[in-house]
Each structure stands twice: as structure tokens, then as C-alpha cells.
């Protein structure tokens, strides 16, 4: 990755960047080391971990019981790290469905599912979600039976939601791994569901 | 009665959500990574981070990228704090952008 050192033209974001940075490591605070490690760490963290959270949930009882009464203390029988923050854990059922977002900026889940997406940061995201759930899960693709009832869930800085998605029909003999394979990030926000095609 | 802040915006009218994703330059990721450095080293506060990016006017709040909005954000932080002054930053970002001219 290193591009530092080769100096592009810049905007002036990036230029605010490079100089805070350069300050930070000459009053020692930071090192490029360590910024570096950290951009690598990031990169590893991939919706694959909160995957791996849900396919457990889904092929063990005690340790679902365990993840919808404190998500934070079973992440961390994963070996998942959760610094600092209370996860939640919300599970869908054919009577509800849940999904989240968070109005006033754009907490959520990182350490299980990596970088938000843009979309989830977005003023229409943001602002519709809480109000007309259904129309901006159909906008996504995804349809809920008039019977189901939505609840969204609005992150906080210190409170933070994964979806549990619903194991889909047709997988009652897959293991783990193969299950981990079709629980997409977005089926872990709520809008999209797994399938068994994972698509 | 309490004026709604700008970035307040649950349940508030907007368009279709747009699916947009992209990958994050490194610039961005790295804006990324000094936060959460700092925050471990207890240099910032995620609240203070945020109330930052709320005190951006409505004009900026709505223009700047989400990664110019931290960057903008930790800096002012930053100063705020004490940690560097606007002076230092100041001189740092004409040497740098000189030395980008330069090649």
C-alpha cells in the first residue's frame, strides 16, 4: 500500500491528512508503524467475522442463547475482539424482522463487519430508514409479508446492532462453514435475508 | 423550543437510497486508523469527535465526504485538546504541499 512519501498532487483533506500525521509521529504520539498495522487490522476485518458469529448462533442452541443475552461476551468466545462498546445481538423471526441504522451518523458494527458502506452513511438511508422502513427494504430488494412487523434499531456511539438473520430453509444439513458462506454483510444489517443460493 | 441540529436527521423526508459503495483510498483508511489509535490511547473521545462534526455548518456538513468530515473533525479535536496548535498545523501543510510541487 505505501504511498506515503510520494507526494501527488493533493486536495486539501488529504494535505490535512498527511500533515497531522507527520506531526503526530514528530511529537512522538504515533508512528507510521503503527498507523500502518492499524490500516491492515481494518482491512482484516471483514463481514466474514460476523458471518462466523451468526452460523454458530445457528448451529448451536446454548451458544445463540448466550449471543442474544450479551453479543459482546460470545464475540469474544469467537476470539472477536470487541473493544469498548455493548453489541447487541436482534433476531429475526417470521414475526419480525429487524435491521438497523444510525440516524445521527454512522455507527455500526465494524469491529464484526468491517467499514460501513456509503449507502448506510447516506441522508436518504439515515433519514427514511426509521420512518418508512418498508419502502426502503423494498428499495433494496427485500419484501416483508405485511404480517411481519419491522423494528429498527438506531446505533449509538456506545451501542452497536447485528441483525441474526433467520437460517433459510434447506440447510438443515450444512455445517458451520458452509452456513458462514451465504450470511451476507447486508443480511446482518437486515436489508437482505441469506438464501440458500447466497445470493 | 430546541432548535433540530443539522446532521438530526431521523424521520426526516429524503430520496431513494442509493446503493453506493466504494473502496476506500488509503488516505482514507489511514484518517480511519489515527482515530482509532487515539482513541485507545485515550488523545480523543468519540463524543468529542462527533460534536465536531455536528459543530460543521449545514453547508459543509452536506459537502465534505465522510472521511473529510473526520479529518476535519480530529484536527479541530485535536487543537481543541491542545495536542497541536493551528500554528504548527498550519506551517506543516504549506511544507508539505511544498514538497508536493517540488516532486
Not at chain 1, 99 to 110: F, G
Request: proline share 5%; with cysteine; aromatic share 6%.
Amino acid at each position: 500500500m505505501n504511498d506515503q512519501g510520494a507526494y501527488k498532487p493533493f486536495t486539501y483533506y488529504q494535505l490535512m491528512e498527511t500533515s497531522l500525521r507527520e506531526l503526530l509521529v514528530e511529537k512522538g504520539i504515533l508512528s507510521d508503524e503503527q498507523v500502518n498495522a492499524e490500516v491492515a487490522a481494518m482491512r482484516a476485518r471483514q463481514p466474514e467475522r460476523g458471518a462466523r458469529v451468526v452460523a454458530r448462533a445457528w448451529t448451536e442452541a446454548a451458544y445463540k442463547k448466550r449471543l442474544l443475552a450479551n453479543a459482546t461476551a460470545a464475540c469474544e468466545e469467537l476470539g472477536l475482539e470487541i473493544p469498548g462498546l455493548h453489541l447487541v445481538a436482534v433476531e429475526n423471526t417470521p414475526q419480525v424482522h429487524n435491521a438497523i441504522v444510525c440516524t445521527l451518523c454512522s455507527c455500526y458494527p465494524r469491529v464484526l463487519l468491517g467499514i460501513p458502506p456509503d449507502w448506510y452513511k447516506s441522508r436518504n438511508y439515515r433519514s427514511r430508514m426509521v420512518r418508512e422502513p418498508r419502502a426502503v427494504l423494498a428499495e433494496f430488494g427485500l419484501r416483508i409479508p405485511d404480517g411481519t412487523q419491522i423494528r429498527v434499531h438506531d446505533s449509538t456511539a456506545d451501542m452497536r446492532y447485528l441483525v441474526l438473520p433467520m437460517r433459510p430453509k434447506g440447510t438443515e444439513d450444512w455445517d458451520e462453514a458452509r452456513l458462514a458462506g451465504i450470511v451476507t454483510r447486508d443480511a446482518m444489517i437486515g436489508v437482505a435475508v441469506p438464501t440458500v443460493t447466497g445470493g | 423550543m430546541i432548535e433540530r441540529g443539522h446532521h438530526d436527521m431521523g424521520g426526516q423526508p429524503a430520496g431513494k437510497v442509493e446503493r453506493t459503495e466504494h473502496d476506500y483510498p488509503e488516505w482514507e483508511r489511514r484518517v480511519d486508523a489515527m482515530v482509532q489509535l487515539l482513541r485507545t490511547r485515550r488523545k480523543i473521545t468519540v463524543d468529542e469527535l462527533r460534536k465536531n462534526i455536528e459543530a460543521l455548518p449545514p453547508e459543509a456538513y452536506d459537502r465534505l465526504s465522510y472521511y473529510e468530515k473526520w479529518i476535519s473533525s480530529l484536527t479541530q479535536t485535536l487543537i481543541q485538546r491542545g495536542v497541536i496548535t493551528s500554528d504548527e498545523l498550519g506551517r506543516k501543510m504549506e511544507q508539505v504541499e511544498q514538497r508536493a510541487k517540488a516532486g
